[in-house]
C-alpha cells in the first residue's frame, strides 16, 4: 500500500501522471494508486484495479434501489428524465466516473470542461496516479 507521502513525492518527481479519459481506458485491468489534493490535510489516496467508465446517467441507470424511495421509477435515472431538461441530462451524460473492477464507485470523475481529465468531486482538483 502506497503512503500519502509517497504518492505526494510521485507527484513532485513528475513519476504520477495526472488521470485521463485516454490513459484510465489503457489502464482498465491494472491496479493503480491515486491522490488527489484537498483541503490541508484532506489529502486523497486510494488503490484499486481499474474498471470501466460510464457516464453519471449510467450510475443512475444502475440505482435500483431508488424505486424504494419512489416506486414510480425503476430507477434514478428514469426519475432525473421525468424533470430535467435536454441540457441537464446531457451534463449527466458527458459527465464520466471511473469505477473500480468491481464495479464500485471511485468517486473520480471527469467532466466535459475537464478536457478529458479526471477530478476527485471538487471539478478544479486532479487525481493523480501511478500505476502499481
Request: glycine residues 6%; aromatic residues 10%; negative net charge.
Amino acid at each position: 500500500m502506497k503512503t500519502l507521502k509517497d504518492l505526494r513525492t510521485a507527484v513532485e518527481n513528475k513519476e504520477a501522471k495526472v488521470l485521463t479519459i485516454a490513459l484510465a481506458n489503457q489502464l482498465k485491468g491494472k491496479r493503480i494508486a491515486t491522490i488527489y489534493f484537498g483541503y490541508k490535510g484532506q489529502d486523497g489516496i486510494n488503490e484499486f484495479t481499474v474498471g470501466e467508465i460510464v457516464s453519471e446517467l449510467e450510475i443512475a441507470r444502475r440505482d435500483v434501489a431508488f424505486s424504494e424511495i419512489d416506486p414510480r421509477f425503476n430507477n434514478r435515472a428514469e426519475y432525473w428524465e421525468s424533470y430535467m431538461t435536454e441540457s441537464q441530462l446531457n451534463e449527466e451524460k458527458s459527465t464520466l466516473h471511473l469505477l473500480t473492477d468491481e464495479g464500485k464507485e471511485t468517486y473520480i470523475r471527469a467532466h466535459s470542461f475537464n478536457k478529458g481529465e479526471f477530478t476527485c468531486s471538487d471539478s478544479d482538483r486532479n487525481v493523480f496516479f501511478i500505476e502499481l
